[in-house]
């Protein structure tokens, strides 16, 4: 009698994911996942979360029930899974009664592998019937959602720990990006995994470029940004709904595809952005943070927050949805005292036992946008991990800051703050020292302060950067429900009395600073025939449109370069190609194939000296 025996993980991996080798510590957690143990599954975005729980999914045999917050993520992960031949389905609110009915179906013959459920779903009438559908492991994604302390608190996720009771023995996965040591614990606790089952990854992604810039002239930044990136699919999250459809209009005007998203849109009109977006019809997404989260589109190659966001959490799972294909990406955060002031507001509304601890996160998120040492080391310590070297590739480390005696700079601005009896904002005492008759300066009277016109030498940007970096040190005050307005602390005596040397960051104008630093090294497209790299992605297109999905689920920017630079010219030779797995060998490798002979024989005959 002939046994079947499981498939290996690294066969899997091999013939349905199309991956050589595994990534640090996936092998280790889907072993431990195998033997019918617990896991907390900490990793960046991009760095592998999935095939944690989708190898053992496979090398086992039952149902592997996956936890998802969010529709689109379901979406989007069901569908790569069905490309790369995986029996993967989901239960859903987008789904009628004849669908869901089919799901159930296959779910009940035992011909699922992989079932995605929102936690609502779940509880909402779907528990109870758990135990005959022989489940073999549950996979908790976005686990963070979990914790009290998360950045995007979930109460329906609270009820996770009642599996514990609903399917006694079945192991549990939870997994997440974006947790710190609080919020671990929390997991933990709440999911009764025990401690020796932590598995953390480095948090670093280093092909982002992390960048800062003071919040002046941002469309002007935008633009010239844009223009270092043509054509390139980015995001740019904003803190409002009108703020999102502003830029995306302004950025149209300038003769980009750019679009808003924003939960006050028509569910289908969301929709289409993110289709659109989703399979290269759209570049720009100007949007709030009710887009990308489990959007798993490859070749985002940028993201800007336009505002301020109000925690680290969110702002490192935000950027991280650049680059997931590992190649190089950049990120840009505008920083201005307006953006926290609107924070702070956002405050007024939530959970009072909340508000001290969203205070002390917007803190920590406004120390990294004022950093003046390494961004990335302040951002790998929020999360617990102590790099010992700068990382070299933020705007910080390219520029290092140059310090001066800024004593006098700082008591001209303290004495301008003084005089108007702490009821002028930080752009209001930068004018009245520039000697400014603007009518916000003469109406109060403040044209008559002996202050006035006593900065002179200096430029308005230099005076909002000044008086910037006092508020960060502590020697000015920001009454944010005051509409801004700037008062004295009890640093600032000493200094008006010549009592207390301050230093000062140097300050540099934009276009200092982008002359000064190191020109962006170009994203390789491919590292053999460029036009043979383009011919495989009008060929990936023609694919996608006729099947009906993103370009990346048929196979991604890397597989291209990875084909482009190998030019398989046989099935064997193409089942080398990273991303290719024996589905999309199936189905693509002939086309894929013929098109890499067809532009090579083009070559030749358009350069006869190559034959």
Same mark, same amino acid.
């Given at each position: 009698?002939?046994?079947?025996?499981?498939?290996?993980?690294?066969?899997?991996?091999?013939?349905?994911?199309?991956?050589?080798?595994?990534?640090?510590?996936?092998?280790?957690?889907?072993?431990?996942?195998?033997?019918?143990?617990?896991?907390?599954?900490?990793?960046?975005?991009?760095?592998?979360?999935?095939?944690?729980?989708?190898?053992?999914?496979?090398? @086992?045999?039952? $149902?592997? =029930?996956?936890?998802? *917050?969010?529709?689109?993520? #379901?979406?989007?992960? +069901?569908?790569? %899974?069905?490309?790369?031949?995986?029996?993967?389905?989901?239960?859903?609110?987008?789904?009628?009664?004849?669908?869901?009915?089919?799901?159930?179906?296959?779910?009940?013959?035992?011909?699922?592998?992989?079932?995605?459920?929102?936690?609502?779903?779940?509880?909402?009438?779907?528990?109870?019937?758990?135990?005959?559908?022989?489940?073999?492991?549950?996979?908790?994604?976005?686990?963070?959602?979990?914790?009290?302390?998360?950045?995007?608190?979930?109460?329906?996720?609270?009820?996770?720990?009642?599996?514990?009771?609903?399917?006694?023995?079945?192991?549990?996965?939870?997994?997440?990006?974006?947790?710190?040591?609080?919020?671990?614990?929390?997991?933990?606790?709440?999911?009764?995994?025990?401690?020796?089952?932590?598995?953390?990854?480095?948090?670093? @992604?280093?092909? $982002?470029? =992390?960048?800062?810039? *003071?919040?002046?002239?941002? #469309?002007?930044?935008? +633009?010239?940004? %844009?223009?270092?990136?043509?054509?390139?699919?980015?995001?740019?999250?904003?803190?409002?709904?009108?703020?999102?459809?502003?830029?995306?209009?302004?950025?149209?005007?300038?003769?980009?595809?750019?679009?808003?998203?924003?939960?006050?849109?028509?569910?289908?009109?969301?929709?289409?952005?993110?289709?659109?977006?989703?399979?290269?019809?759209?570049?720009?997404?100007?949007?709030?943070?009710?887009?990308?989260?489990?959007?798993?589109?490859?070749?985002?190659?940028?993201?800007?927050?336009?505002?301020?966001?109000?925690?680290?959490?969110?702002?490192?799972?935000?950027?991280?949805?650049?680059?997931?294909?590992?190649?190089?990406?950049?990120?840009?955060?505008?920083?201005?005292?307006?953006?926290?002031?609107?924070?702070?507001?956002?405050?007024?509304?939530?959970?009072?036992?909340?508000?001290?601890?969203?205070?002390?996160?917007?803190?920590?998120?406004?120390?990294?946008?004022?950093?003046?040492?390494?961004?990335?080391?302040?951002?790998?310590?929020?999360?617990?991990?102590?790099?010992?070297?700068?990382?070299?590739?933020?705007?910080?480390?390219?520029?290092?800051?140059?310090?001066?005696?800024?004593?006098?700079?700082?008591?001209?601005?303290?004495?301008?703050?003084?005089?108007?009896?702490?009821?002028?904002?930080?752009?209001?005492?930068?004018?009245?020292?520039?000697?400014?008759?603007?009518?916000?300066?003469?109406?109060?009277?403040?044209?008559?302060?002996?202050?006035?016109?006593?900065?002179?030498?200096?430029?308005?940007?230099?005076?909002?950067?000044?008086?910037?970096?006092?508020?960060?040190?502590?020697?000015?005050?920001?009454?944010?429900?005051?509409?801004?307005?700037?008062?004295?602390?009890?640093?600032?005596?000493?200094?008006?009395?010549?009592?207390?040397?301050?230093?000062?960051?140097?300050?540099?104008?934009?276009?200092?600073?982008?002359?000064?630093?190191?020109?962006?090294?170009?994203?390789?497209?491919?590292?053999?025939?460029?036009?043979?790299?383009?011919?495989?992605?009008?060929?990936?297109?023609?694919?996608?449109?006729?099947?009906?999905?993103?370009?990346?689920?048929?196979?991604?920017?890397?597989?291209?370069?990875?084909?482009?630079?190998?030019?398989?010219?046989?099935?064997?030779?193409?089942?080398?190609?990273?991303?290719?797995?024996?589905?999309?060998?199936?189905?693509?490798?002939?086309?894929?194939?013929?098109?890499?002979?067809?532009?090579?024989?083009?070559?030749?005959?358009?350069?006869?000296?190559?034959?």
């Amino acid at each position: 009698m002939m046994v079947n025996m499981a498939p290996l993980p690294r066969d899997v991996l091999r013939d349905v994911f199309g991956y050589q080798s595994f990534l640090p510590l996936q092998e280790e957690i889907i072993r431990r996942s195998l033997a019918g143990e617990d896991a907390l599954v900490l990793m960046p975005t991009g760095g592998g979360k999935s095939l944690c729980f989708q190898v053992p999914a496979l090398c @086992r045999e039952g $149902l592997t =029930l996956v936890i998802s *917050p969010l529709v689109a993520l #379901m979406k989007d992960q +069901v569908g790569a %899974l069905k490309a790369n031949g995986v029996a993967a389905d989901f239960l859903n609110s987008t789904q009628n009664a004849i669908e869901a009915e089919r799901v159930m179906t296959r779910i009940e013959a035992g011909t699922l592998k992989l079932l995605y459920l929102s936690p609502e779903r779940l509880f909402s009438g779907l528990s109870g019937r758990l135990s005959s559908w022989n489940i073999g492991l549950v996979a908790i994604d976005e686990a963070h959602c979990i914790s009290f302390w998360g950045h995007d608190f979930r109460p329906e996720y609270t009820k996770l720990g009642q599996l514990r009771s609903i399917l006694p023995g079945v192991p549990l996965m939870a997994l997440t990006a974006t947790a710190d040591p609080a919020i671990r614990r929390d997991i933990l606790a709440q999911l009764a995994i025990d401690e020796a089952a932590v598995y953390q990854s480095s948090f670093d @992604r280093p092909n $982002l470029h =992390l960048a800062v810039l *003071p919040g002046l002239k941002r #469309m002007e930044r935008i +633009v010239d940004f %844009l223009a270092r990136h043509p054509g390139q699919a980015g995001i740019v999250y904003c803190l409002s709904r009108a703020g999102t459809e502003e830029l995306a209009e302004k950025l149209r005007v300038k003769g980009h595809r750019a679009r808003a998203y924003h939960a006050g849109m028509a569910t289908e009109d969301r929709s289409a952005v993110q289709e659109a977006f989703l399979r290269d019809d759209l570049d720009i997404v100007c949007a709030t943070v009710a887009f990308g989260m489990g959007i798993d589109k490859s070749n985002v190659r940028w993201v800007i927050h336009y505002n301020l966001p109000k925690n680290l959490e969110g702002f490192y799972q935000e950027i991280g949805r650049a680059g997931r294909d590992g190649l190089p990406a950049d990120t840009l955060l505008f920083y201005s005292y307006s953006d926290v002031a609107q924070q702070l507001k956002f405050m007024d509304d939530a959970n009072p036992d909340r508000r001290a601890l969203l205070a002390a996160k917007l803190e920590r998120m406004k120390q990294y946008a004022e950093a003046l040492q390494c961004r990335r080391r302040i951002l790998l310590s929020y999360f617990g991990e102590t790099p010992e070297t700068d990382c070299g590739h933020c705007d910080v480390c390219e520029n290092p800051p140059q310090t001066f005696d800024g004593t006098v700079t700082a008591q001209k601005l303290l004495s301008a703050v003084y005089r108007t009896g702490g009821r002028a904002t930080a752009r209001q005492c930068a004018l009245i020292l520039r000697g400014s008759n603007a009518q916000e300066v003469v109406e109060p009277g403040w044209h008559d302060l002996k202050t006035f016109g006593a900065g002179k030498e200096l430029k308005f940007e230099e005076w909002m950067e000044y008086a910037s970096q006092l508020i960060n040190a502590g020697y000015v005050g920001v009454s944010y429900d005051r509409g801004m307005t700037l008062g004295l602390t009890v640093l600032s005596n000493p200094v008006l009395k010549g009592e207390r040397r301050v230093p000062l960051v140097k300050f540099r104008s934009f276009e200092e600073k982008k002359a000064a630093a190191p020109q962006p090294k170009a994203v390789s497209t491919t590292d053999g025939d460029p036009d043979l790299y383009e011919a495989l992605k009008a060929v990936r297109r023609r694919i996608a449109d006729e099947v009906g999905v993103p370009a990346y689920v048929v196979f991604s920017d890397k597989t291209l370069k990875d084909m482009a630079a190998k030019a398989p010219r046989s099935r064997e030779q193409f089942r080398q190609v990273h991303g290719v797995g024996e589905a999309k060998l199936e189905h693509y490798g002939t086309v894929f194939l013929r098109a890499i002979e067809e532009q090579q024989n083009r070559g030749r005959s358009e350069n006869p000296s190559l034959n």
